[in-house]
């Protein structure tokens, strides 16, 4: 291949350097790479409020740029692997999430791989808002010099299965730009569509780009690294972390079940920080396991081989497979076999599939709709388990080498039968003692502000609340001077009041300084917090126009939906904004981020 680009001149003083030098002295290799991570992000924010009318380099001729949005991280695992292999294979390359892209940059862009979730009911993740809109907006450029390619992750039990990756793709290529090659499309097994999209990408970047003049005389660019994991702990190989205290919070007269679970790290070298979740791998309750056994007519020990690997039937059911959540692809497979004219209906009906993935588990397919199936089929058919995210409810500045969760227990009647959620009754069901499989899912996203002066405002109704009880603990440990303003909601004032003991100390010792309530079940009209936000409207504007930072979460599908018009109204009513001008002033606070989510 190419020459070696010359060693650029570097730009540092004398005093600059020596600083750097006694600043760095004594880390060891994992935190020198964090810290070159945390200091690209920091260059990268530096670029992004330089002058806008900066001009383009001419870098994109010979460089890949992956660009990805992500809610939970998957998105970005999958670019920042991406960037690895082609900068293995020496070939020039850049990762950027979504919202520190340079949209204007496009026009000039060469090689463009994108990697994108869906989020909400097929909308983009919050880090890809903005893109999105740019490209689909009037103003998007014609991109005829432009070949790409695109990676959707998403959840097929979801009707609009990686509806934003389709969503890019086409427009890109209605804005004149070459796909490369077919779009891929990740269900919750992320790896296994998404592996061989890489080695395609990897492929064709070769191709792309050593074809391309001048390479000799460009630097390998990276975008803004996020800081690595610094321990051996993963998603693919997870902690065993041991089960402290497992603690209902909730009253006996509750409609739910809401847990405080307490796991120890201790000895893992595993970190968190407040904003992150954490990863639980679950397995399957052996009643369940059970119950499709006998609606299968199927033998538990028989020996099903998948991909090489062979374990008995129960145990992939147990360990490694899906029963709790239906998806499209596995309702089409079992349409065939059940030949049902109902189900082959439901498959071509948007609200249909949403009405039956919804509504029925697993085991309310098979028996409604008997088929008959093959072992290995079967276990082929069904998806790969995948892991929960649980927001983290605690600060390691308050905790020590433990982490903390808020779990609401999902658990409903279907079909005259008790139905459960499989991680949140795994959960549920250890005792002291047992081993968890966990792993940090880091959330840059939802981040505390750098400034402890700052006040901040957490709206986090039901489960929703468990970050925010992890920034009231970190505020107060850092002896943060901000003000902390609480909304939270619930059903009941008397058994639903998630920490209500906590939140009143804190109150007490001026660590939270304002808290509002909105209980939906007390009154004939139900109050929700955007109810709350907006009678608290005024002292709210001006406390965001002074500087607070916004956070909210907790449930998507309603309550985010809710909060942000309610945030618009506000804006509105008491700051002089119209409808339009109100969006955009919420849209400014979250590229500053000042207003970030974090919901599911
Ligand atoms: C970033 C992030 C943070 C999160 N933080 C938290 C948190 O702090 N606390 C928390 O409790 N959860 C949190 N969640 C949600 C959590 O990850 C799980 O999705 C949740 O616990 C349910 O998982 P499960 O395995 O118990 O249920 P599953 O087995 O995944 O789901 C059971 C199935 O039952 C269906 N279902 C559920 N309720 C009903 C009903 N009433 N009627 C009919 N069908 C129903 C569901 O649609 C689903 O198909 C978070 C999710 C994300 C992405
Ligand atoms: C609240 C929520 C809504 C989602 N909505 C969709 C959807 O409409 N379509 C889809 O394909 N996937 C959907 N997903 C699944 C995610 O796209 C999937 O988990 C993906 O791997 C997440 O990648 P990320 O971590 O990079 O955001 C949703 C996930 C969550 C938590």
Redesign the pocket.
């Known amino acids: 291949m190419s020459a070696l680009p010359a060693r650029p001149a570097i730009p540092l003083g004398q005093d600059a350097l020596a600083q750097l030098t006694r600043l760095t002295e004594g880390l060891d290799r994992d935190a020198l790479q964090w810290a070159s991570g945390y200091l690209a992000g920091l260059a990268a924010h530096t670029i992004r409020q330089a002058d806008s009318a900066a001009p383009v380099t001419a870098d994109a001729a010979v460089r890949a740029t992956i660009v990805y949005g992500s809610?939970?991280g998957n998105a970005r695992r999958q670019a920042e692997a991406l960037a690895a292999e082609l900068e293995q294979a020496g070939l020039p390359v850049r990762v950027l999430r979504a919202d520190a892209y340079r949209l204007r940059e496009l026009s000039a862009e060469r090689l463009l791989y994108v990697v994108v979730s869906t989020q909400g009911d097929g909308d983009p993740p919050d880090d890809a808002r903005a893109f999105v809109e740019h490209l689909g907006g009037r103003r998007a450029p014609r991109l005829p010099q432009l070949r790409y390619a695109v990676l959707g992750l998403g959840d097929s039990?979801y009707p609009k299965f990686c509806a934003v990756g389709a969503q890019i793709d086409e427009r890109l290529a209605a804005l004149g730009a070459e796909q490369l090659f077919a779009r891929g499309e990740a269900d919750v097994d992320v790896d296994t569509a998404a592996a061989p999209w890489r080695r395609t990408a990897l492929t064709q970047a070769r191709i792309a780009l050593e074809a391309a003049p001048a390479l000799a005389t460009v630097t390998p660019l990276r975008g803004p690294a996020t800081p690595r994991d610094a321990t051996a702990w993963s998603r693919e190989r997870p902690f065993m972390a041991p089960l402290l205290s497992n603690r209902r919070i909730v009253g006996r007269d509750s409609a739910g079940d809401?847990r405080h679970i307490e796991l120890s790290l201790q000895g893992s070298g595993l970190d968190y920080r407040p904003g992150d979740?954490l990863g639980?791998w679950?397995a399957q309750p052996p009643v369940l396991v059970e119950a499709v056994l006998a609606a299968l007519r199927a033998d538990g020990a028989e020996a099903v081989t998948i991909a090489g690997q062979t374990l008995p039937l129960a145990q992939w059911l147990s360990g490694r497979r899906?029963?709790?959540?239906?998806t499209r692809p596995f309702v089409a497979a079992h349409a065939q076999r059940a030949r049902s004219a109902a189900l082959d209906a439901a498959l071509v009906d948007d609200g249909a599939l949403r009405a039956l993935?919804?509504?029925h588990?697993l085991i309310d397919l098979l028996r409604r709709f008997p088929a008959p199936w093959d072992a290995a089929d079967f276990v082929a058919a069904l998806r790969p388990l995948a892991p929960?995210?649980?927001?983290?409810?605690s600060s390691r500045a308050a905790v020590g080498d433990e982490v903390h969760?808020?779990?609401?227990?999902?658990?409903?009647?279907?079909f005259g039968e008790a139905?459960?959620?499989?991680?949140?009754?795994?959960?549920a069901d250890r005792a002291e003692g047992d081993a968890v499989p966990v792993f940090v899912?880091s959330?840059e996203r939802f981040r505390l502000p750098g400034d402890p002066t700052r006040d901040i405002v957490m709206i986090g109704p039901?489960?929703?609340v468990?970050?925010f009880r992890a920034f009231v603990q970190e505020r107060t440990e850092t002896a943060a001077t901000g003000r902390n303003w609480l909304f939270f909601g619930h059903r009941h004032f008397r058994s639903d009041f998630l920490y209500q003991a906590e939140w009143q100390q804190a109150h007490r010792d001026g660590h939270l300084h304002r808290i509002d309530l909105a209980f939906s079940r007390e009154r004939p009209d139900k109050v929700y917090v955007q109810h709350a936000l907006r009678r608290r409207g005024r002292e709210l504007y001006d406390w965001i126009e002074s500087g607070a930072h916004l956070y909210v979460?907790?449930d998507a599908s309603r309550m985010a939906r809710d909060v942000d018009a309610a945030l618009r109204e506000i804006a509105v009513a008491h700051g002089g904004h119209d409808a339009e001008s109100a969006a955009g002033w919420l849209a400014a606070l979250a590229a500053e981020r000042r207003y970030s989510r974090?919901?599911?």
């Open positions: 809610q939970t039990s809401v979740a639980v679950p899906e029963l709790t959540r239906l993935l919804d509504g588990q929960r995210l649980y927001s983290i409810a969760l808020t779990v609401a227990v999902v658990g409903y009647e279907a139905r459960i959620g499989c991680a949140s009754r795994f959960l899912e959330n039901g489960t929703g468990a970050p979460c907790g974090d919901v599911y």
